[in-house]
């Protein structure tokens, strides 16, 4: 696999307004992986068009990792890329082939 990555998860404690609060909770801390570029994804809203680079992400998961859509990925060493879950396609239906569709803004 030619990246490594760290998955988090968003904090779970929400406040009286509903946003999360805490810090996110690290699934796993370093996912050796392969980033392909799949494309981009334009989305319109309030006067404006906002285009995000999306990625194809492969590697061997855990079947313990549940509810990975809602998690996000910062690639290693430096971690100033992030990378949105878009969705999760479990190849063979195990939890140990992993395909993810991923967006950057």
Sequence with gaps: MQHHVVILRPPST????????GSPTVVCPEWPCQI?????RETEGQNKTEVS?????????????????E????????RRRKLQILSVIDVRTNGLRLRMLCGES
């Design 36 to 40: 392909l570029p799949a494309g981009h």
């Design 53 to 69: 680079a999306v990625y194809e992400v492969h590697g061997y998961g855990d079947p313990q990792w549940e509810n990975l859509s």
């Design 14 to 21: 929400v406040d009286s307004l509903g946003n999360r609060t």
């Design 71 to 78: 998690c996000w990925l910062e690639i290693l060493p430096d």
